[in-house]
Protein backbone atom coordinates (compact mmCIF):
# COMPACT_ATOMS: atom_id res chain seq x y z
CA UNK A 1 0.00 0.00 0.00
CA UNK A 2 0.94 3.39 -1.31
CA UNK A 3 0.97 6.75 0.77
CA UNK A 4 -0.53 9.15 -1.56
CA UNK A 5 -0.44 12.72 -2.01
CA UNK A 6 -4.02 13.10 -0.83
CA UNK A 7 -3.23 11.29 2.46
CA UNK A 8 -0.57 13.09 3.45
CA UNK A 9 -2.79 16.54 3.09
CA UNK A 10 -5.48 14.35 5.10
CA UNK A 11 -2.98 13.92 7.56
CA UNK A 12 -1.34 17.20 7.90
CA UNK A 13 -4.72 18.36 8.15
CA UNK A 14 -5.52 16.36 11.50
CA UNK A 15 -2.47 17.60 12.63
CA UNK A 16 -2.91 21.09 12.22
CA UNK A 17 0.32 21.42 10.12
CA UNK A 18 0.63 23.54 7.32
CA UNK A 19 2.96 21.60 4.95
CA UNK A 20 5.10 23.31 2.12
CA UNK A 21 4.86 22.06 -1.41
CA UNK A 22 8.30 20.19 -0.61
CA UNK A 23 7.40 19.19 2.99
CA UNK A 24 4.82 17.45 1.19
CA UNK A 25 6.85 16.00 -0.92
CA UNK A 26 9.46 15.31 1.48
CA UNK A 27 6.29 13.42 3.68
CA UNK A 28 5.43 11.35 0.75
CA UNK A 29 9.10 10.35 0.15
CA UNK A 30 9.53 9.46 3.89
CA UNK A 31 6.40 7.53 4.51
CA UNK A 32 6.80 5.30 1.43
CA UNK A 33 9.83 4.64 2.74
CA UNK A 34 9.15 3.36 5.51
CA UNK A 35 6.22 1.40 4.51
CA UNK A 36 8.49 -0.65 1.81
CA UNK A 37 10.70 -1.21 4.82
CA UNK A 38 7.74 -2.20 6.43
CA UNK A 39 6.73 -4.72 3.72
CA UNK A 40 10.43 -5.79 3.85
CA UNK A 41 10.22 -6.82 7.24
CA UNK A 42 7.02 -8.48 6.70
CA UNK A 43 8.96 -10.99 4.50
CA UNK A 44 11.41 -12.34 7.06
CA UNK A 45 10.68 -16.29 7.92
CA UNK A 46 9.92 -15.59 11.82
CA UNK A 47 8.28 -18.80 12.60
CA UNK A 48 11.24 -20.45 14.51
CA UNK A 49 11.67 -16.70 16.61
CA UNK A 50 10.53 -17.02 20.38
CA UNK A 51 8.25 -14.68 21.06
CA UNK A 52 9.36 -12.20 24.04
CA UNK A 53 7.61 -10.49 26.64
CA UNK A 54 10.57 -8.45 27.90
CA UNK A 55 13.21 -7.05 25.92
CA UNK A 56 14.95 -5.75 28.69
CA UNK A 57 18.44 -7.95 30.06
CA UNK A 58 20.35 -6.40 27.31
CA UNK A 59 22.76 -4.17 28.09
CA UNK A 60 25.20 -2.51 25.78
CA UNK A 61 28.70 -1.61 27.55
CA UNK A 62 30.98 1.45 27.07
CA UNK A 63 32.69 -0.84 24.59
CA UNK A 64 30.16 -1.68 21.95
CA UNK A 65 29.26 -5.27 23.54
CA UNK A 66 26.31 -6.70 24.46
CA UNK A 67 25.38 -8.67 28.35
CA UNK A 68 23.09 -10.51 29.11
CA UNK A 69 21.87 -9.51 32.61
CA UNK A 70 18.72 -11.21 34.35
CA UNK A 71 15.83 -8.72 34.68
CA UNK A 72 16.30 -8.74 38.45
CA UNK A 73 19.82 -7.49 37.76
CA UNK A 74 18.38 -4.10 35.62
CA UNK A 75 14.87 -4.02 37.33
CA UNK A 76 14.57 -1.91 40.75
CA UNK A 77 12.43 -2.30 43.26
CA UNK A 78 9.36 0.16 42.85
CA UNK A 79 9.54 1.73 46.45
CA UNK A 80 8.71 5.42 46.90
CA UNK A 81 11.25 7.15 48.65
CA UNK A 82 11.73 10.43 49.72
CA UNK A 83 8.38 10.96 49.31
CA UNK A 84 6.47 14.30 50.89
CA UNK A 85 2.96 14.96 50.80
CA UNK A 86 1.65 16.62 47.79
CA UNK A 87 0.29 20.38 47.96
CA UNK A 88 -3.44 20.53 48.89
CA UNK A 89 -5.58 21.32 46.23
CA UNK A 90 -6.96 24.94 47.42
CA UNK A 91 -3.26 26.02 48.32
CA UNK A 92 -2.15 24.81 44.49
CA UNK A 93 -5.01 26.80 43.12
CA UNK A 94 -4.27 30.09 45.47
CA UNK A 95 -2.18 31.64 43.04
CA UNK A 96 -3.51 30.39 39.57
CA UNK A 97 -4.59 33.72 37.59
CA UNK A 98 -7.72 32.05 36.65
CA UNK A 99 -9.19 28.54 38.33
CA UNK A 100 -12.52 27.05 39.97
CA UNK A 101 -12.54 25.10 42.80
CA UNK A 102 -11.32 22.07 41.19
CA UNK A 103 -8.60 22.88 38.16
CA UNK A 104 -6.19 25.23 36.52
CA UNK A 105 -7.70 27.29 33.72
CA UNK A 106 -5.42 28.12 30.49
CA UNK A 107 -6.33 29.94 27.28
CA UNK A 108 -7.12 27.62 24.05
CA UNK A 109 -3.90 27.09 22.51
CA UNK A 110 -5.40 25.51 19.44
CA UNK A 111 -7.58 27.42 16.75
CA UNK A 112 -8.45 26.83 13.22
Not at 16 to 32: Q, S, V
Amino acid sequence: MKVSEKDVAYVAELANLDLTPHEREGMLRDLNSILDYVDLLNEVDTSNVQPMAQVSGHEQTGEGTIQNRSLAEVSRADILEGLRPSLPQDVALANAPDADQTFFRVPKVIER
